[in-house]
């Protein structure tokens, strides 16, 4: 019988520790009862059981796992002992270096405007704890655990589910270790120096975003390194390459005839790389560093086949799946050795970091299969991830032959092979006695695909009603090259050539049999053509991430599909790139931009895939999988099942309980993978406190030193009475994306909930309806009295002026419509922009005013007072700071510091170290908030009863970001909270470097004090 229903399985926020978690029964289903707690790190399979599995004697196959729980107790020791470490806060900081510390504040800090995932701070925890604070004995320990698979390597493993952020784990990573080792030079510990493998190009190409210098790099994107300290990061040296790079060149040149000639009798002559040619060719920039990371992705393609180990379990295997077993082995023995050749060449060790939602030894290795590798000492398995909303919840089949042992489509291929008169290939299509034709397909897998493309075709009329700009995706996984293509023209059509009675040949083209789906256009009978862009593609993951050119047959297959992306190249002017791209790079760029407006994969609705499909693919809007070949173990499954677990959305819905962010649940259909979960977890440990520091407001002996500051939440203006024009500009421009209203998969839970959303016609609203409604949000909101009247008289020029600018500002793209406005938040940024085109048509400027937080108008300097294991602090001038200690985390603030004391001026200062003064502004269109160094409080020369408070800030270089925070002290914030007048008097100072602060300052009050006399 199947688990109870579950309406919504997300239980805990993803920014947060797992507090709670679905209670399993002896057999490993969901029971329906929430339990407090973290779940423990260990081997179950909580899956759907099919309602009918009836085992037969002696039967060995997937389902035999089913049930089977195993806890993982070396990751549960430090898990637990990580968790102790982390719950002393500031405490638990002392034994790590400066460095390290700011860090992890900067990634632990509550509020963040771009939260990490706390799978992905606690394994980076976990690195930083093995490193900085555990004992040397913990690192010996490691090194026995590997001793076996590894004798010359010391590897370091986290577990992390697919979507859960593994690059972001990389990039934190790096940061680390490369600011470390900027800040200390000869430590043994640090380097700059990082070799990243990839088992694929499209994820190394994907992988590009950690170096520093990109563009799109993930510190900035991710606020994953405090600005103060992204200068240090260029310093690191970062190599991205896939394992096929490992292989070794062949290093004669010369032609085929000249090597036969020189080979004479004794056979081929072949001159390959020796390691340090190799070493050199790959990642030359590292060589003359001290010491050298190696980050493995997707690490369960690395390892060495155990010595002497029969392999036993290749019996179980037919001949297909045995050779694909020879071929992981030979990729792993590649990969491994290439590493084992680097630290040979480099003289020193060398750490390797894998990362992978899978470390488990393969088939072949010699290690039972599926074997947690034991070197893994962190682990947020998957169903961690779909309890805390990070991915997709799948679906599996339980029941759709009554009595069945179990469902027909809960592994197609199997039953096919089995059951089936007509039996899909197993090689390729010469090796067929008589080659299947797409429409001899066998009636389990049409009927499986037609089920499953009945709930896409509402899905993805779902989206299309709500704005989608691209489509959900369906993707088939297949065994071979014979069945894909097979696979590909019953879905989206193909041509054949028929002969008719006299033997004269024509050409037919055949239209797909899922519309959807179909490459084919139907204009009339006789009147069928291939369409310019397919919406179907054909892939062969092995081919395109080898970095080596197509197979003559594959590209024969793929023909129809290259040429069409040619042909959009073409008409799009890049004619030049449609010319000399090879035809794997076009294949990858498809692949890699589906789901990606604007790009060549944007149409993209189905993907027909030999292999497991790309893996490091991230497209987020895969909704359904088919697959089309044999799984015998649970590793393939989950590896496949990943490609579709990203989430759609990363917006919140709620909070919990503490405040933390809560996803929605999200949703993929799965036929033809018997998949269950492989989780994981761990227990704790104690480990005394640390001395800590506390710095605090010294009260009362220095109460007449207090410092109080508005906490503005936004501004507005008040206009002087009058008519309202509207002068709109380029910043008055709005554009909405279907990113505004992220589609919703409509599905079943995997354990019986089902939900469905749609826009309720919202499309149909009338212009001129939604122009009243957002003029009289605007009124509102934004046009008020200074004792926050509406101002009704104003809603007719006003009306007009908002359908001037729906008429020329407002731009809808993917599908959407101006209907979004009826919605608060998309509302909300439209009369923002209206009203800040509003002038009044009378003489005479508005007034600016602080929007001020309701529940807490003012903030002090009183109320300062927090722990630090930080050991390098500024003792402040007794009479002009509050606060005992100032906490320095560079040396310019203890100089800033050290000049505001001999300042006469100065009344009276403090740093804004947890003391709550934020300034609010808008970085392009997302809001941020700004914490300026320092308030300072001086005389002008107005007397010490009117002073005036400085807002100082300190800095290095300039920045496009910084120039959008100082913008807003200038012209917003000093402003308003001037024009109110319950806080005294305010301006912003900015000094470029720690030096010269008292000149500085002391210029900008004389140039004020000539100002006033003028």
């Not at 998949?675 to 109460?703: C, G, I, M, W």
């Not at 020029?797 to 009826?822: D, K, N």
């Not at 001038?877 to 985390?889: E, W």
């Not at 300042?903 to 200062?909: A, D, H, I, K, S």
Request: hydrophobic letters at 40%.
């Amino acid at each position: 019988m199947t688990g109870p229903v579950i309406d919504n399985p997300i239980l805990n926020s993803p920014f947060a520790e797992p507090s709670r978690h679905w209670e399993l029964d002896e057999n490993g289903i969901p029971t329906g009862t929430p339990a407090l707690g973290r779940r423990r790190s260990e081997f179950i399979v909580p899956v759907p059981p099919p309602k009918h599995k009836v085992k037969a004697q002696a039967t060995l196959d997937l389902e035999d796992e089913y049930g089977k729980r195993q806890p993982n107790d070396y990751i549960n020791e430090i898990r637990a002992k990580v968790a102790q470490w982390r719950s002393l806060g500031e405490q638990g900081l002392r034994p790590v270096t400066p460095v390290t510390a700011r860090l992890l504040r900067h990634w632990r800090e509550h509020g963040r405007a771009r939260p990490l995932f706390f799978c992905q701070v606690e394994a980076v925890e976990t690195a930083i704890w093995l490193t900085e604070v555990a004992p040397r004995a913990e690192t010996e320990r490691l090194r026995t655990l590997n001793s076996e698979a590894n004798p010359d390597l010391l590897r370091i493993a986290f577990k992390l589910a697919t979507g859960a952020g593994k690059t972001t784990v990389m990039g934190m990573l790096i940061a680390w270790q490369t600011l470390n080792a900027a800040r200390t030079r000869n430590s043994t510990r640090f380097t700059d120096a990082f070799l990243i493998v990839a088992p694929g190009l499209t994820v190394r190409d994907r992988l590009r975003v950690l170096h520093p210098s990109d563009p799109s790099n993930i510190y900035a994107a991710l606020d994953i390194v405090p600005r103060e300290l992204r200068d240090d990061l260029q310093r690191a040296r970062i190599v991205i390459t896939n394992f096929h790079a490992f292989k070794k060149r062949e290093t004669l040149e010369a032609p085929k005839l000249a090597k036969e000639i020189l080979a004479g009798r004794t056979g081929k002559v072949e001159r390959p790389e020796t390691d340090g040619q190799m070493a050199q060719r790959i990642c030359k920039d590292l060589l003359g560093r001290k010491r050298i990371i190696v980050i493995n992705d997707e690490a369960h393609h690395c390892y060495r086949q155990k010595v002497g180990a029969a392999d036993d379990a290749g019996a179980k295997l037919d001949a297909e799946g045995k050779a694909e077993a020879k071929k992981n082995n030979a990729a792993a023995r590649l990969w491994i050795s290439g590493i084992e050749a680097l630290q040979r060449v480099v003289g020193q060790p060398v750490l390797v970091y894998d990362l992978s939602a899978t470390p488990f030894f393969l088939r072949g290795s010699g290690y039972p299969e599926g074997t947690l590798f034991p070197w893994v000492v962190s682990d947020f398995s998957l169903i961690d991830a779909i309890e805390c909303g990070i991915v997709k919840v799948p679906r599996v089949p339980v029941q759709d032959l009554p009595g069945a042992d179990e469902p027909v489509y809960r592994h197609v291929y199997r039953y096919i092979q089995e059951h089936s008169d007509v039996k899909l290939p197993k090689a390729g299509r010469a090796k067929q006695g008589k080659p299947l034709t797409p429409d001899q397909l066998p009636s389990q897998l049409t009927g499986a695909l037609q089920a499953l493309y009945g709930h896409y075709r509402q899905v993805f009329e779902n989206w299309a009603s709500r704005g989608g700009s691209t489509p959900p995706v369906f993707i088939v996984v297949c065994n071979n090259t014979a069945t894909s293509k097979l696979v590909h023209d019953w879905i989206a059509g193909y041509e054949r050539i028929e002969t008719d009675a006299g033997g004269a040949e024509r050409r037919v083209i055949v239209p797909g049999n899922l519309p959807l789906f179909s490459n084919v256009t139907q204009a009339g009978i006789g009147q069928s053509s291939m369409v310019e862009r397919p919406v179907t593609i054909l892939i062969d993951s092995e081919e395109l991430e080898s970095g080596e050119a197509l197979s003559d047959n594959f590209r024969k297959l793929a023909g129809p599909e290259i040429d069409a992306f040619k042909r959009e190249l073409r008409a799009r002017g890049r004619h030049a790139q449609a010319e000399t791209v090879t035809d794997s790079d076009l294949l990858r760029e498809v692949m890699n931009t589906v789901g990606q407006p604007g790009r060549l994969g944007e149409p993209i609705r189905c993907v027909v895939s030999v292999s497991m499909l790309t893996e490091g693919w991230d497209a987020r809007t895969v909704t359904h999988v088919l697959g089309v070949r044999a799984f015998g173990t649970q590793l393939l499954c989950e590896q496949v099942i990943g490609r579709a677990l990203r989430r759609v959305s990363y917006d919140p819905v709620g909070v919990d309980d503490a405040g933390n962010a809560m996803f929605a649940p999200e949703y993929a259909e799965v036929l033809g993978i018997p998949f269950s979960f492989v989780p994981a977890n761990s227990k704790a440990d104690y480990t005394p406190p640390k001395k800590t520091t506390q710095v605090h407001a010294v009260l009362p002996e220095r109460a007449a030193l207090e410092i109080r500051f508005p906490r503005v939440i936004g501004y507005r203006t008040v206009l002087p009475p009058g008519r309202i024009t509207a002068a709109f500009t380029n910043e008055s421009r709005l554009t909405i994306t279907p990113e505004d209203a992220p589609p919703e998969a409509v599905n079943a839970a995997i354990i019986g909930a089902e939900h469905t959303l749609t826009l309720n016609d919202l499309r149909h609203q009338r212009d001129t309806t939604i122009a009243f409604h957002l003029a009289g949000h605007t009124l509102r909101t934004w046009f008020r009295d200074s004792e926050d009247h509406l101002k009704p008289w104003l809603f007719p020029p006003l009306l007009t002026i908002t359908r001037r600018w729906m008429a020329e500002c407002l731009t809808c793209l993917g599908g959407t419509f101006p209907a979004y406005l009826l919605w608060r938040d998309i509302g909300d940024k439209a009369a923002e922009r209206i009203f800040r085109a509003c002038t009044p048509e009378v003489a005479g400027p508005g007034t600016l005013r602080p929007i001020l937080d309701p529940y807490n108008e003012a903030g002090s300097s009183r109320h300062v007072s927090f722990a630090t294991t930080k050991t390098n602090f500024w003792p402040p001038d007794a009479t002009k700071c509050q606060v005992n200690l100032i906490v320095c985390d560079e040396n310019w603030e203890a100089a800033a510091a050290q000049a505001l004391d001999g300042m006469p001026e100065v009344l009276r200062y403090v740093k804004n170290d947890r003391l709550g003064f934020e300034v609010p502004y808008v970085d392009g269109s997302t809001e941020r908030h700004y914490r300026p160094d320092f308030i300072v409080v001086v005389d002008d020369g107005r007397g010490p009863d009117d002073p005036l408070h400085l807002v100082l800030e300190v800095k290095g270089r300039q920045t496009a970001q910084d120039d959008a925070k100082h913008d807003t002290m200038r012209k917003l914030w000093v402003p308003a909270v001037n024009a109110l007048g319950r806080f005294g008097r305010w301006d912003f100072c900015r000094v470029d470097g720690p030096y010269g602060v008292d000149e500085i300052i002391r210029r900008r009050l004389n140039a004020d004090a000539l100002s006033r006399a003028a």
